[in-house]
């Protein structure tokens, strides 16, 4: 379906028709002309006069189209297996659907004469500035960040393989904030400043030097910055070490805010990291897991779920399962670890993987009372049919929820249980010395983990029994409100009863907030200048009591957990359901709408543009925005 016809059928059709004569008649004096006929195949961006086109066509008003053998090398360039996948409009979806005022042509959004940018949403005012979305009303935020996004020449951005991004944090984020009324369209009034790069291989440094090259000879903002305030998000293993290559960028970004998953501040010889997070300007964001993941891991049946003691499986109610569950790969080549000597692996290649940490856990502890540590963890060995695909997905998910600790250490760099451990609602173990877990040192991950040093491991045994039934319940009760955090819940939908106001992506751009409202603050400090902050990061509105505070997400009722009895179902005070629900305990509820019901996620797995905040709603301008 087009861009188009998908946002035709709506209540907006008419008025949209309208406001399009209006954008029209708004021929501005500001704006550039692009070269003649550019709109027949292409968009005119009006603000810099340049002509975008889709990838089968070049020229200056993309009156060519390309050879066979020349796209079948631009598409080969942009990651596609072949030129027929990199044009079709089936294998390829537009950012944010076009916004209802162009076409969607294979990725690339043909937009109405009048408008431009990636999604359409721009368009010039009268008095030659850009404008967002300016026929539907849109308003910023009254609360920060203001956040502009550089339009960048396509084949920078939109003309990348988005279908193949097997990370697609950075893309998502993207349709999220026209949602949130974080956007601005005048780079004059931001506090933040975007660069929408695709950054998950080292290879990606060239492309982020070249839109730095692009943005600094066309825009003020980094020059008068000195490249302060502008960010990218970058999803590589290794973090900003990976794609910060000085023989592309030289010293370029050394100013630039890195928003990554891995928060390495330290080299090490015995993995070949070398020290890649810098606190005073870079952000460590949860992994964004899919879906499809969270289902199968149990997340959307987990403990951090008021309804979980009334509604789970009664054999899933207690803790009763190993005291530290770990599944997954110990060897960096992938053998089985032997028992009975060290190093235990058969080789040494890879032999840094984890940091060894998951080698001496395993050889260790192996087979501590107690302790469940499966070396082969979920792969094609074990699994060559989908039925026992499942299986040991759903035995992966019981350990999850059934575990009083579960174990969270690295892998080839980031790792992703202490998210899976949190999400499903086990106390993550984390042993990484010297990393950074997401949005430290915002949020304290000792409040709801349990952080051993990796001198400690042989001991790990001892230092999990000296834990208190009274410290492991308060770790229990504050694990919901930390989940919020790690999930991305405005664009996954709702599985543990949250509204999404503190999700993974309302959590970074508070974080960008208050860090643009207290720049000559450290991190560390930051709680403490920024009242709003400190507040949110404990799930509650800045000067909210007792019970509001319960009602957003620190449900004190769960401590009970961690003295041995069920936590009790605690019931939140009445307030509208912000959020769709995924969560199999909200299924037959007339009280709660259920994702399914309002959007057809087979259809495209991560939600509608915007993700599931905005449902079925072509209209981002209405999407909700219930805390704005």
Same mark, same amino acid.
């Given at each position: 379906?087009?861009?188009?016809?998908?946002?035709?059928?709506?209540?907006?059709?008419?008025?949209?028709? @309208?406001?399009?004569?209006?954008?029209?008649?708004?021929?501005?004096?500001?704006?550039?002309?692009?070269?003649?006929?550019?709109?027949?195949? =292409?968009?005119?961006?009006?603000?810099?006069?340049?002509?975008?086109?889709?990838?089968?066509?070049?020229?200056?008003?993309?009156?060519?189209?390309?050879?066979? $053998?020349?796209?079948?090398?631009?598409?080969?360039?942009?990651?596609?297996?072949?030129?027929?996948?990199?044009?079709?409009?089936?294998?390829?979806?537009?950012?944010?659907?076009? +916004?209802?005022?162009?076409?969607?042509?294979?990725?690339?959004?043909?937009?109405?004469?009048?408008?431009?940018?990636?999604?359409?949403?721009?368009?010039? =005012?009268?008095?030659?500035?850009?404008?967002?979305?300016?026929?539907?009303?849109?308003?910023?935020?009254?609360? !920060?960040?203001?956040?502009?996004?550089?339009?960048?020449?396509?084949? &920078?951005?939109?003309?990348?393989?988005?279908?193949?991004?097997?990370?697609?944090?950075?893309?998502?984020?993207?349709?999220? %904030?026209?949602?949130?009324?974080?956007?601005?369209?005048?780079?004059?009034?931001?506090?933040?400043?975007?660069?929408?790069?695709?950054?998950?291989?080292?290879?990606?440094?060239?492309?982020?030097?070249?839109?730095?090259?692009?943005?600094?000879?066309?825009?003020?903002?980094?020059?008068?910055?000195?490249?302060?305030?502008?960010?990218?998000?970058?999803?590589?293993?290794?973090?900003?070490?990976?794609?910060?290559?000085?023989?592309?960028?030289?010293?370029?970004?050394?100013?630039?805010?890195?928003?990554?998953?891995? !928060?390495?501040?330290?080299?090490?010889?015995?993995?070949?990291?070398?020290?890649?997070?810098?606190?005073?300007?870079?952000? #460590?964001?949860?992994?964004?897991?899919?879906?499809?993941?969270?289902?199968?891991?149990?997340?959307?049946?987990? *403990?951090?779920?008021?309804?979980?003691?009334?509604?789970?499986?009664?054999?899933?109610?207690?803790?009763?399962?190993?005291?530290?569950?770990?599944?997954?790969?110990?060897?960096?080549?992938?053998?089985?670890?032997?028992?009975?000597?060290?190093?235990?692996?058969?080789?040494?290649?890879? +032999?840094?993987?984890?940091?060894?940490?998951?080698?001496?856990?395993?050889?260790?502890?192996?087979?501590?009372?107690?302790?469940?540590?499966?070396?082969?963890?979920?792969?094609?060995?074990?699994?060559?049919?989908?039925?026992?695909?499942?299986?040991?997905?759903?035995?992966?998910?019981?350990?999850?929820?059934?575990?009083?600790?579960?174990?969270?250490?690295?892998? !080839?760099?980031?790792?992703?249980?202490?998210?899976? @451990? /949190?999400?499903?609602?086990?106390?993550?173990? #984390?042993?990484?010395?010297?990393?950074?877990?997401?949005?430290?040192?915002?949020?304290?991950?000792?409040?709801?983990?349990?952080?051993?040093?990796? /001198?400690?491991?042989?001991?790990?045994?001892?230092?999990?029994?000296?834990? +208190?039934?009274?410290?492991?319940?308060?770790?229990?009760?504050?694990?919901?409100?930390? @989940?919020?955090?790690?999930?991305? +819940?405005?664009?996954?939908?709702?599985? &543990? =009863? $949250?509204?999404?106001?503190?999700? /993974?992506?309302?959590? %970074?751009?508070?974080?960008?907030?208050?860090?643009?409202?207290?720049?000559?603050?450290?991190?560390?400090?930051?709680? *403490?200048?920024?009242? *709003?902050?400190?507040?949110? &990061?404990?799930?509650?509105?800045?000067?909210?009591? $007792?019970?509001?505070?319960?009602?957003?997400?620190?449900?004190?009722?769960?401590?009970?957990?961690?003295?041995?009895?069920?936590?009790?179902?605690?019931?939140?005070?009445?307030?509208?359901?912000?959020?769709?629900?995924?969560?199999?305990?909200?299924?037959?509820?007339? /009280?709660?709408?259920?994702?399914?019901? #309002?959007?057809?996620?087979?259809?495209?797995?991560?939600?509608?543009?915007? =993700?599931?905040?905005?449902?079925?709603?072509?209209?981002?301008?209405?999407?909700? *925005?219930?805390?704005?």
């Amino acid at each position: 379906m087009s861009a188009r016809t998908w946002w035709r059928g709506t209540a907006n059709e008419a008025a949209s028709a @309208a406001a399009g004569v209006l954008l029209l008649l708004l021929a501005q004096a500001g704006a550039v002309p692009c070269p003649e006929g550019c709109t027949l195949q =292409g968009t005119c961006n009006e603000e810099l006069g340049r002509c975008d086109c889709p990838r089968d066509r070049t020229g200056p008003a993309c009156e060519t189209e390309l050879s066979a $053998e020349a796209l079948e090398q631009r598409c080969q360039k942009l990651g596609f297996r072949s030129s027929a996948v990199c044009i079709s409009d089936g294998d390829n979806w537009c950012l944010n659907g076009c +916004s209802g005022r162009g076409d969607c042509r294979a990725g690339f959004c043909k937009c109405d004469p009048g408008t431009f940018g990636s999604d359409c949403s721009l368009s010039l =005012g009268p008095d030659g500035k850009p404008r967002l979305l300016a026929d539907r009303g849109y308003t910023p935020r009254a609360r !920060g960040p203001r956040v502009y996004v550089y339009e960048l020449p396509p084949a &920078m951005n939109t003309w990348r393989n988005a279908a193949a991004l097997d990370r697609p944090t950075a893309r998502l984020f993207l349709e999220r %904030l026209t949602a949130t009324g974080a956007l601005v369209a005048d780079g004059d009034n931001a506090d933040w400043w975007f660069i929408p790069v695709t950054m998950r291989r080292a290879a990606d440094a060239k492309t982020l030097a070249g839109a730095l090259a692009y943005i600094r000879q066309r825009h003020p903002w980094w020059n008068q910055t000195r490249g302060h305030r502008h960010f990218v998000i970058a999803v590589s293993d290794l973090g900003r070490a990976e794609t910060d290559r000085k023989a592309a960028l030289g010293r370029l970004t050394h100013n630039m805010t890195f928003v990554t998953y891995w !928060g390495n501040v330290r080299n090490r010889t015995d993995s070949d990291w070398v020290a890649s997070h810098r606190n005073a300007t870079d952000i #460590v964001l949860p992994v964004f897991i899919s879906p499809g993941k969270l289902r199968r891991m149990g997340a959307y049946s987990g *403990r951090n779920h008021p309804k979980y003691d009334a509604k789970a499986p009664r054999e899933q109610r207690e803790r009763n399962g190993p005291t530290l569950f770990f599944s997954g790969r110990i060897c960096g080549d992938h053998s089985l670890p032997r028992t009975d000597v060290w190093p235990s692996c058969a080789t040494d290649v890879a +032999s840094g993987y984890s940091g060894g940490v998951r080698q001496l856990v395993h050889f260790h502890h192996w087979e501590r009372t107690g302790f469940y540590i499966n070396p082969t963890g979920i792969n094609k060995k074990q699994a060559p049919t989908l039925e026992t695909f499942n299986e040991l997905w759903t035995r992966y998910g019981n350990h999850l929820l059934t575990s009083k600790f579960c174990l969270a250490p690295l892998g !080839g760099g980031h790792g992703q249980r202490q998210i899976q @451990a /949190a999400l499903a609602g086990c106390v993550p173990v #984390v042993i990484s010395d010297g990393v950074l877990e997401s949005f430290e040192p915002y949020l304290d991950w000792n409040e709801f983990g349990v952080r051993v040093a990796e /001198a400690d491991i042989p001991r790990l045994h001892e230092i999990l029994a000296a834990i +208190s039934p009274e410290e492991y319940g308060r770790k229990v009760s504050r694990l919901r409100c930390a @989940a919020q955090h790690l999930a991305f +819940s405005t664009v996954t939908g709702s599985f &543990m =009863g $949250e509204s999404g106001r503190f999700d /993974a992506f309302e959590t %970074l751009l508070e974080v960008l907030r208050a860090k643009a409202e207290h720049p000559g603050v450290a991190p560390e400090g930051l709680r *403490r200048a920024d009242a *709003r902050l400190d507040a949110f &990061m404990e799930c509650r509105e800045e000067g909210a009591g $007792e019970e509001e505070e319960k009602r957003l997400g620190n449900t004190p009722g769960f401590e009970a957990v961690g003295k041995g009895g069920p936590s009790p179902v605690v019931v939140h005070a009445p307030s509208p359901q912000r959020l769709c629900s995924v969560s199999t305990f909200d299924a037959g509820d007339l /009280a709660v709408r259920t994702c399914s019901k #309002v959007f057809d996620l087979s259809a495209r797995p991560y939600g509608p543009s915007a =993700g599931l905040m905005c449902e079925a709603s072509t209209d981002l301008v209405a999407c909700p *925005r219930p805390w704005s």
